[in-house]
Each structure stands twice: as structure tokens, then as C-alpha cells.
């Protein structure tokens, strides 16, 4: 919707059934202290009864108020599903440390899962950040990412609304001091979320589940761990994010679930890359990226042989995990412990 739209909708529809429609409108009103407007009037006519020398503060007459106005709701007006547009992108090779021509070029489809794998200081973000900038030969690797086989050009690839990537980092930190649910419940509300409540409950569970170390709604979210902080990021991204590309990096440290968590993603249809040690999470993935002195080196598509691993795998992992909890309950480790996951 343009701005010119929404201007029309201001000079249509009463303030009360545009505030219901973008509550972010409220914003608005306060910072040009316009709270008290009637409501059951539009915006364009409530204008009428604010003096010429409230809206002079600010460098606004009427018409420059009621654009102002529109071209602050267009900023928070849906965009077009970015899930039903990109369908793939594309990973067109650049060169590596030494110049190297990479010499390939990968498409990975909605709903597949890629993990990258190498050395410590192989490369690996260096492939997420070009992932992320949706580079087009501008960066250091000259890689090009294409979007449902096509260049994008600046615009887009710069555009803040309705980002195309969403990035979980290694390290999560808040700074505002809101319960879960108060945060939750704003980034629903920013996203103009239909069924906030439905939405905000469904999160915090699926958090919840997620996380090695239950938490409340009532919670402070500087005072969750950092394996709480990822649990309820990775909930929001698969629930409010429109973000068809989810770009993660080593979730193996976080103390969470990471196949659920990576699964839960994968099915809400996101491409989903995930940089990781971690032999369970890189052979959960379709395709593995190998990297090496910077640049890719091969890519390999997950074997029969390497999925029925999977199970001794896993089996394996819970064990560490059961280890790790007894560890930190104060138990002691006993040779049954072990002898209990023997394969």
C-alpha cells in the first residue's frame, strides 16, 4: 500500500479504526503529542481542531501532517509474502584466499536445510555474511547470491522492510528491560502479527521446549541464559519472522535442542544454513558446504549410508547430554552411565 493509499484511508476511516488496524499509530500521535485527537473522526479532520502553532513546532501544517502520517504507516504496512516470492537461491562461486576460482554454483530450494562446515577460521561467516548482504561480487570472496535465479539490484538487496535473511548469531544479549511475554507481544505487534495472543502463546511454548532450562512468561529477558535467549529467538524467527532465509551460527553451545530447533525452522519452508561442528546437526542437513583456505571447496548431499548413522548419532549425543545434566545436578558419573548408551 503507497502512501497516497493510506493518506485516502486517514481522510476516510475514523483515528479509532486506523489505530485498531496499525497500533503502531499510536507512536505517532505521541511523538507530535496528538494523543488527544477525537478518535471517532479521521485523522484529517481531527487535524482541524489542532492550532496552526502546535503543528509549526514541529515544521508541519495539516497536509504535511497527514503525509507525515501515511509515509509512517507505509513503513509498518505488510509487504508482499516474502515466503510465496523466493522460492531458491543461488550461491554463485567467487574465489578463495589464494584466488582460486570456487567453480560452482548451488541452488538450494524453500524448506531445504544446508549445514557449512571447516576449520575454526576456514571461512564459514564468511559464507554466512555473503549470504546475508546478498552479495553480488562487491565483497571480498566475489561471491553472487541470486534470488530465484536472478541478480538483485540495490534496492532490494538494501531494503529494510520484510528482510529476505534473518541471522541468529552466536551470542544473543537484551537490553530492554520486558518480560517474555512484553517482548514477545511487541515484536508481534511491530510485525502487525494477526491473533497476536494465539501467535505470542505458541512461541513462548515452543521455546519453552526448546530450551534446556524451563522459564516463565513473567521472566526479565536480561536475566535468561544464553541457551533460554537462543530458544526464544529461534521461536520468534519461525513464528513472526517473514524472513525466508535463516542464516545460524554454531547453535551446538547453546544448550538447546538443536535438531528440534533446526526442524521447527525447516517447517515453516525457510532455507535454512547452518555453520556448525557438530557431527549431528551437519549430517541433519540435505547438503553439507566443505570449507577451506576461504572459499568452497566441495559440496556433499547427505549419503544412505550417513543417514543410518544418524540413529548411532543421536544416541551418542543423548548420552553427552544425560552426562552433561548429571554433571550439573552435582551427580557423580558411574561406568553404567555409559555402558547404558553402548551402541
Known sequence: MTVNELMMILESKSLAEVLKEYPIGWDFLGNFRLNNLEKELPFSQALLKVEDEALAEFGLDRFGALKSFGAFLEQFTPKENLLEEVKSITISGGWNKSRTPENISLTISAGEIISIVGPTGSGKSRLLNDIE???????LTGRRI????????????????????AQLSQNMNFVMDLTVRQFLEMHAKCRLTPNVGEVVAICFQRANQLAGEKFSEDTLVTQLSGGQSRALMIADTAYMSDSPIILIDEIENAGINRRQ???????????????????????????????????IAKVISISEEE???LGMIENLDNTM??????????ELIHMKDLSESSL
Do not use: W, Y
Not at 274 to 294: F, W, Y
Open 321 to 330: 547430554q544425560r552426562l552433561r545434566t548429571a554433571l550439573r545436578a552435582g
Open 261 to 295: 530447533a533446526i526442524g521447527l525452522l525447516a517447517k515453516r519452508e525457510k532455507i535454512i544454513f547452518v555453520s556448525t561442528h557438530d557431527p549431528l546437526l551437519a549430517l541433519s542437513a540435505h547438503k553439507r558446504i566443505i570449507i577451506k583456505n576461504g572459499g
Open 307 to 309: 543417514k543410518e548413522s
Open 146 to 165: 541470486l534470488v530465484n535465479g536472478a541478480e538483485l539490484d540495490d534496492l532490494q538487496r538494501f531494503e529494510m522492510e520484510g528482510k529476505l535473511v
Open 133 to 139: 548482504c546478498l552479495a553480488q561480487g562487491d565483497t
